[in-house]
């Protein structure tokens, strides 16, 4: 079954401190991995997207890094600010298969809170 | 642009109305998506379209639900009669392509008392 699992659900650091989240997936065939960011009361915004082939890709203080073998990916937050306190979502995208058109599968999120 | 444009922001609605969600795409978008968003079972992909054409439904939760995108600027999602359960935030979302970015609209909230 295809599925993805984020950890932490949850996580509270101090502004200025780096954090990483954790993305497992078991999604095949692969097509590639994103990452969200989402506000409260606001729209998914998106901040990287990955195939198969990369490993490690950044966006500003944000570094996603891609383990295809393992099924694993890590969004690393640098300095941390107050603005990156948010839902981040991690979503796996499938290849069309069979009869299937290609699904996206999503993560629920790790909530994170910068404190200052 | 201004991005993906929804309406209404908030609709609170009685059980048994019915409730009809707009989405304008980015000028451009091939394909359009509509979502919903509950705290437990986070984003769910509900149906999309690729040229207007809708090309998967499979993640509509039941016949109370449709969609239609009469031209490339407009979709909606539909749901007739409405259900507490159906309460949530939808998003509808457009990219260019299916495996490129997909930017999101605002969502509306759907409260059904």
């Known amino acids: 079954k295809n599925q993805v699992e984020q950890s932490p659900q949850s996580l509270i650091i101090l502004e200025g401190k780096n954090c990483t989240l954790q993305?497992?997936?078991?999604?095949?065939?692969?097509?590639?991995l994103r990452w969200y960011k989402q506000d409260t009361g606001r729209g998914p915004v998106s901040l990287t997207i990955?195939?198969?082939?990369?490993n490690t890709k950044s966006n500003g203080r944000y570094t996603a890094t891609l383990d295809a073998d393992t099924k694993q990916s890590s969004l690393h937050i640098t300095a941390s600010q107050l603005s990156d306190s948010a839902s981040y979502i991690c979503?796996?995208?499938?290849?069309?298969?069979?009869?299937?058109?290609?699904?996206?599968?999503f993560g629920k999120g790790t909530k994170l809170s910068v404190k200052p | 642009d201004a991005g993906v444009i929804q309406s209404p922001r908030h609709e609170v609605t009685e059980m048994g109305q019915e409730v009809t969600l707009r989405c304008k795409p980015i000028?451009?978008?091939?394909?359009l998506f509509w979502y919903r968003q509950t705290m437990m079972r986070g984003l769910e992909l509900l149906i999309y379209?690729?040229?207007?054409?809708?090309?998967?439904d499979s993640g509509m939760p039941e016949d109370r639900f449709s969609a239609k995108m009469p031209n490339a600027s407009f979709s909606t999602l539909k749901i007739q009669p409405s259900e507490p359960r159906d309460s949530a935030v939808y998003f509808c979302?457009?990219?260019?392509?299916?495996?490129?970015?997909?930017?999101f609209g605002q969502g509306t909230r759907l409260t059904v008392v």
């Open positions: 993305c497992n997936y078991t999604v095949s065939p692969f097509s590639n």
């Open positions: 000028s451009g978008h091939d394909y």
């Open positions: 990955m195939t198969f082939s990369e």
């Open positions: 379209f690729n040229n207007n054409v809708p090309i998967d």
């Open positions: 979503v796996v995208s499938a290849l069309p298969y069979g009869g299937s058109q290609g699904n996206l599968i």
């Open positions: 979302a457009s990219s260019p392509t299916r495996n490129t970015e997909a930017f």
